[in-house]
């Protein structure tokens, strides 16, 4: 009798800690399937974000590519799908060799182009997405003879900054609607980029005509908004 009471006592202790580990195992499946959902959900809002901004990147590029069709090739301009930026290629016609000012043919096509490049940014169906309009000017690495890299870098960056700081002054002086102004003071940036972003040639070589350029980028929001999604 005494044998037969201490099995049922050793049964009744066991019997709970199974039911307290069939309870620990439901918890942690509870967790894992929480936790795929999680995973899904925000893969599913990620794409949803992705496909929103690819589809608005196209139709933006669509609508720059019908503006200025039949411009591109007298200004030598051409428009980048992939980063959304409309790339001026002759330096001849852009700045004199290691001077920030403008020249006057640059004037005329700016006058020309910002006011359209602007009017289609601020529409209702792009505005709110955009995150940054960036005037890039780019140089190639060559200062002078005796210059050392280092040097012609920095030399470099300060006329590429000085460039684009003439360039952003020269198009918002020329614009007379006070809240255009204003939206463009908020979103329009100049930035000087010196030669770390070369043109490079087929045979591996920078091409440093074809680097000597300037460049309106159009930065979407959806990196912010997927990294937001990430965040919550």
Same mark, same amino acid.
């Not at 930026?85 to 096509?109: H, Q, T, Y």
């Not at 003071?185 to 350029?213: P, Y």
């Given at each position: 009798?005494?044998?037969?009471?201490?099995?049922?006592?050793?049964?009744?202790?066991?019997?709970?800690?199974?039911?307290?580990?069939?309870?620990?195992?439901?918890?942690?499946?509870?967790?894992?399937?929480?936790?795929?959902?999680?995973?899904?959900?925000?893969?599913?809002?990620?794409?949803?974000?992705?496909?929103?901004? $690819?589809?608005?990147?196209?139709?933006?590029?669509?609508?720059?590519?019908?503006?200025?069709?039949?411009?591109?090739?007298?200004?030598?301009?051409?428009?980048?799908?992939?980063?959304?930026?409309?790339?001026?290629?002759?330096?001849?016609?852009?700045?004199?060799?290691?001077?920030? $000012?403008?020249?006057?043919?640059?004037?005329?096509?700016?006058?020309?182009?910002?006011?359209?490049?602007?009017?289609?940014?601020?529409?209702?169906?792009?505005?709110?997405?955009?995150?940054?309009?960036?005037?890039?000017?780019?140089?190639?690495?060559?200062?002078?003879?005796?210059?050392?890299?280092?040097?012609?870098?920095?030399?470099?960056?300060?006329?590429?900054?000085?460039?684009?700081?003439?360039?952003?002054?020269?198009?918002?002086? $020329?614009?007379?609607?006070?809240?255009?102004?204003?939206?463009?003071?908020?979103?329009?940036?100049?930035?000087?980029?010196?030669?770390?972003?070369?043109?490079?040639?087929?045979?591996?070589?920078?091409?440093?005509?074809?680097?000597?350029?300037?460049?309106?980028?159009?930065?979407?929001?959806?990196?912010?908004?997927?990294?937001?999604?990430?965040?919550?």
């Amino acid at each position: 009798m005494e044998n037969f009471s201490n099995k049922q006592e050793g049964e009744s202790q066991w019997l709970p800690i199974s039911d307290l580990m069939s309870v620990l195992m439901m918890v942690f499946l509870l967790i894992a399937v929480s936790y795929m959902l999680k995973v899904y959900l925000e893969k599913e809002k990620i794409e949803e974000v992705a496909i929103t901004y $690819n589809k608005l990147q196209n139709e933006l590029y669509e609508d720059l590519s019908t503006e200025f069709d039949e411009d591109l090739k007298k200004w030598n301009a051409e428009i980048d799908k992939t980063n959304l930026s409309v790339r001026f290629k002759s330096p001849e016609i852009l700045f004199d060799m290691g001077i920030a $000012n403008l020249k006057p043919d640059f004037k005329i096509i700016l006058a020309d182009f910002f006011p359209r490049f602007i009017a289609i940014l601020h529409q209702d169906e792009y505005r709110n997405d955009i995150d940054e309009i960036r005037i890039e000017g780019h140089t190639s690495s060559y200062w002078r003879a005796e210059t050392t890299e280092d040097r012609a870098y920095i030399y470099n960056m300060e006329l590429s900054q000085d460039r684009t700081r003439n360039v952003l002054d020269f198009v918002l002086s $020329n614009e007379k609607d006070s809240e255009l102004s204003k939206w463009i003071r908020l979103n329009v940036t100049a930035n000087g980029l010196s030669s770390s972003k070369l043109i490079i040639d087929k045979d591996g070589n920078q091409n440093r005509r074809l680097s000597r350029r300037v460049e309106f980028r159009v930065k979407t929001n959806a990196e912010k908004r997927i990294a937001k999604i990430l965040g919550e």
